[in-house]
């Protein structure tokens, strides 16, 4: 259940109280005439359940009411009424489908921000990955893979191209680019400095690697890990459930394949480097498909839904 807090002006609040009365899931309906300030106005707190979410935010965004005034959206762990068990049967659909765009929206639009931080974690997971890839150690790869903050840019630009937010793409297009090339970067750095203090050196890139030459020796599965990867990372990231995209992180190979490819430009070996580099582009293709696939049939989904129960 979601917990809708509206700063509205005064002539506006009786039109955001008629879309919140009329809509089926909002219950625990509160008006305080002239309790705000900056910006000055009504507050009016609702609880909204998640199925019903985006038509909410979707009218009170036609009132204008996000432009003269404020909405604020907070999760609702526990709710003991009965009042919101009936919201929740009244209206269409289940919770655990259910997409409020808004709240995708602003999460991954956060994700796209060239932050320090969000170089300094690239960097590191590719330095750690690069580390794995020369001692041939799995967990070392499932490591980075956790620490790379690249699923989130590569769902903000799904996220944008369907929602038609060419701000979304820029920002994620260039989150990406940027991301990848300073990890790349500082791992072919890294990769000098270990082997000038001797702890790693090119004949170990050479040698046989049975744990983890899956990284530049990319097939078909590459491609299906990556889809089914991406159709898992954004059904998380829609129904707020956390515990999937952690699976998801480990199992795609996006960042290791840049560690390898960053590790074999250093070592100058050219057929490691370009198929780490294939296998990359493999991964991201697949992870972007399957996210524009998946939100555009979620889209489809809440469309026939809505449209089933106005017949109703």
């Known amino acids: 259940m979601l917990h809708l807090r509206v700063i509205s002006p005064p002539d506006r609040t009786d039109d955001v109280v008629r879309v919140i009365e009329a809509a089926p899931g909002a219950t625990n309906l509160v008006v305080l005439p002239g309790a705000a300030r900056q910006p000055d106005g009504d507050l009016v707190l609702?609880?909204?359940v998640r199925e019903a979410g985006s038509p909410v935010l979707?009218?009170?965004r036609k009132l204008k009411i996000?432009?003269?005034?404020?909405?604020?959206?907070?999760?609702?762990?526990?709710?003991?009424?009965?009042?919101?068990?009936v919201a929740a049967d009244a209206a269409p659909g289940l919770a655990g489908d259910a997409v409020v765009w808004d709240e995708i929206e602003q999460k991954t639009g956060d994700e796209?921000?060239?932050s320090g931080t969000y170089l300094l974690m690239f960097a590191i997971a590719a330095i750690?990955?690069?580390?794995?890839?020369?001692?041939?150690?799995?967990?070392?790869?499932?490591?980075a893979m956790v620490v790379g903050p690249e699923f989130g840019p590569l769902a903000a630009l799904c996220v944008g191209i369907v929602r038609k937010r060419p701000i979304f793409v820029k920002k994620s297009a260039l989150a990406l680019s940027v991301g990848f090339?300073?990890?790349m970067l500082a791992t072919v750095g890294a990769t000098f400095l270990l082997d000038l203090a001797g702890l790693v050196n090119r004949s170990m890139l050479l040698q046989e690697r049975p744990m983890t030459d899956f990284i530049w020796r990319p097939d078909a599965l590459s491609w299906v890990v990556g889809f089914l990867a991406g159709v898992a990372g954004m059904l998380s990231l829609t129904s707020s459930k956390a515990g999937p995209l952690i699976g998801v992180l480990i199992s795609v190979t996006t960042v290791p394949a840049a560690a390898n490819v960053a590790v074999a430009i250093a070592y100058r070996v050219p057929d490691e480097a370009l198929g780490s580099a294939v296998q990359l582009l493999l991964n991201l293709a697949?992870?972007?498909t399957a996210g524009l696939l998946t939100l555009l049939a979620q889209r489809w989904f809440w469309t026939?839904?809505?449209?089933?129960?106005a017949r109703q």
């Open 46 to 48: 609702c609880d909204v």
């Open 66 to 85: 996000h432009e003269t005034g404020s909405i604020a959206i907070d999760q609702v762990e526990v709710a003991l009424s009965h009042v919101a068990a």
């Open 112 to 114: 796209t921000e060239l």
């Open 286 to 288: 697949a992870i972007i």
């Open 128 to 143: 750690i990955a690069g580390i794995g890839v020369l001692f041939d150690q799995p967990i070392l790869i499932v490591g």
């Open 304 to 309: 026939m839904t809505a449209r089933k129960a």
């Open 181 to 183: 090339v300073t990890a």
């Open 58 to 60: 979707s009218a009170l």
